[in-house]
């Protein structure tokens, strides 16, 4: 099931035709547990993560560079953590984890990716740079991007106009129009969307944590979240509740020009039936 986006990536070009683009594929919100068996909501968050990576290799495998934009271990366990590391390194494929709310940094800078340390980092990607920045604030569920982050990322974007840059972070800049939810976007949004907007070589900004699906525009460019491995939040929602809509990723096809092309792509079911929820997690 694909949504959101204008064309389904197939990786194909002819002799003297450009190189086709840089190809990203967006994992979110996983929320896996140390126990093979641990459940959110009843669902079985391995199986569910399981269900979408083998969704993204049946469609133009392998990417350029899987990105994981947090929530990735939801009981903060290093037996997680490693757990993850090794799933990945089996998909063989360059891999980059940001922290999310629910997870702990230490851990994932330690058994998982030792870049999740940073509050700011850049890994480029043939002419892309794929800023990655840590939006968490410890023992908070809310996000925030603290001043010398922003003040990198302006510097970053100055001394290389012709690097271009997609951003991703764990929470949103924006509301998505929930109440709940938006209670724990970043606090500072604003600011790093008018640090977006003073830098053409600023194409677009992704995030996670809402678990749905949402793009919006700031004149030229875009911000979009994604949908988590494993369960969904209804959209536009006063409280918490869940969406019927199953589990996905996003791809992202990078252009020289700055063009980005990019979709949800979602499994056609739950391992297991989706149960409602009384009131959150």
Excluded at 12 to 38: C, E, K, M, N
Excluded at 96 to 104: A, S
Excluded at 223 to 240: A, D, K, N, V
Excluded at 251 to 270: M, S
Aim: net charge negative; glycine share 8%; charged share 20%.
């Amino acid at each position: 099931m694909t949504e959101i986006g204008t064309q389904t990536p197939d990786g194909s070009h002819s002799a003297g035709t450009a190189p086709r683009p840089v190809r990203i594929f967006q994992f979110s919100d996983l929320h896996l547990y140390a126990d093979p068996d641990g459940r959110l909501l009843g669902q079985n968050t391995r199986q569910t993560f399981e269900s979408v990576v083998r969704l993204a290799q049946s469609h133009a495998w392998p990417p350029d560079a899987l990105v994981l934009t947090g929530d990735l271990i939801h009981d903060q366990q290093a037996e997680g953590y490693h757990y993850l590391r090794c799933r990945l390194e089996q998909l063989g494929v360059p891999f980059f984890c940001l922290p999310g709310n629910h997870d702990r940094v230490d851990l994932l800078a330690g058994y998982t990716d030792s870049g999740a340390i940073s509050g700011f980092r850049v890994e480029p990607i043939g002419i892309w740079d794929l800023a990655l920045l840590d939006s968490t604030i410890p023992f908070n569920e809310g996000g925030h991007l603290e001043t010398m982050v922003l003040a990198d990322l302006d510097q970053y974007a100055l001394v290389h106009p012709r690097r271009n840059l997609l951003i991703f972070l764990h929470h949103h800049p924006e509301p998505v129009g929930s109440r709940w939810i938006d209670s724990m976007q970043v606090d500072n949004g604003s600011d790093l969307m008018s640090l977006v907007a003073a830098h053409p070589n600023i194409f677009g900004v992704v995030c996670g944590h809402v678990h749905q699906a949402h793009e919006a525009h700031l004149g030229e460019r875009n911000w979009m979240s994604t949908p988590s491995t494993c369960i969904q939040f209804l959209p536009y929602s006063e409280s918490f509740a869940l969406d019927q809509l199953t589990p996905g990723y996003r791809w992202f096809e990078l252009y020289p020009d700055g063009r980005i092309k990019t979709a949800v792509r979602r499994t056609h079911t739950y391992p297991d039936p989706l149960l409602p929820s009384v009131g959150g997690y």
